[in-house]
């Protein structure tokens, strides 16, 4: 079975930026989305950005538009999420997820509707 493997996490003070990686260790036949969903204790997991695999379309929740920009390799089999002007209140667990729904850019994104999840990278941004 495929996996994703996320990094590029870390330690920034606010208003600094870091890119995230997610790479597919194997293409999942049918993929449909690629997001980034976060994570803080005792939250719900929250969808912040996906990209469709093959039009490339693009969701972003309200909070980090205009601050983050999702993308993709498909040949590297590989999504992105570029992050600028962090705010301390981008601290969580950022996880990379696969989708093979039609459904999987509905917003908010849902993560039932997500097959395949990495492991997670941590993200902490200091005021």
């Known amino acids: 079975q495929a996996r994703l493997i996320e990094s590029g996490g870390g330690s920034v003070q606010a208003g600094g930026s870091l890119r995230l990686s997610c790479a597919a260790s194997e293409y999942t036949y049918g993929t449909n989305c690629l997001s980034w969903f976060r994570q803080t204790p005792g939250k719900e997991r929250e969808g912040v950005a996906g990209?469709?695999?093959?039009?490339?379309?693009?969701y972003y929740v309200d909070s980090v538009k205009g601050r983050f920009t999702i993308s993709q390799d498909d040949e590297a089999n590989e999504v992105y999420l570029q992050m600028s002007g962090l705010k301390p209140e981008d601290t969580a667990m950022y996880y990379c997820?696969?989708?093979?729904?039609?459904?999987?850019?509905?917003?908010?994104?849902?993560?039932?509707?997500?097959?395949?999840w990495g492991q997670g990278t941590q993200v902490t941004v200091s005021s």
């Open positions: 990209i469709y695999h093959g039009s490339g379309r693009v």
């Open positions: 997820a696969l989708s093979t729904r039609g459904s999987c850019l509905r917003p908010p994104l849902s993560p039932p509707a997500y097959e395949l």
